[in-house]
Nanobody
Framework: QEQLVESGGGLVQAGGSLRLSCTAS????????MGWFRQAPGEEREFVAHINANGVLKKYRDSVKARFTISRDNAKNTVYLQMNSLKPEDTAVYYC?????????????????WGQGTQVTVSS
């Protein structure tokens, strides 16, 4: 079972930037898609961005398009989420998840395994 560890969260003012990282421990990272999801207090976990196994295909939720960029480095077993022009409504715990189907699913229940999450707080 792959283990995922996120980092890079923190407190930032509106309009600022953060870069999240998620590193996998196993040897099969390059075989599956990776997604970023987020969960605000009292809300369900929602899709943010997804990238397929070879990094060619990417998918974003509408509210983050043109502000967030997902990328991956298979040699480092790491997926990134560059977040620019952050807004208070982006405040949430951000989770990376592994998708063995490589279908870039957008439903949290279809993710196969998760990291522990990293808090992102955007102040107005």
């Amino acid at each position: 079972q792959e283990q995922l560890v996120e980092s890079g969260g923190g407190l930032v003012q509106a309009g600022g930037s953060l870069r999240l990282s998620c590193t996998a421990s196993g040897r099969t990272f390059r075989n599956y898609a990776m997604g970023w999801f987020r969960q605000a207090p009292g809300e369900e976990r929602e899709f943010v961005a997804h990238i397929n196994a070879n990094g060619v295909l990417k998918k974003y939720r509408d509210s983050v398009k043109a502000r967030f960029t997902i990328s991956r480095d298979n040699a480092k077993n790491t997926v990134y989420l560059q977040m620019n022009s952050l807004k208070p409504e982006d405040t949430a715990v951000y989770y990376c998840g592994g998708d063995r189907s490589n279908r870039m699913v957008v439903v949290a229940a279809q993710i196969d395994f998760w990291g522990q999450g990293t808090q992102v707080t955007v102040s107005s």
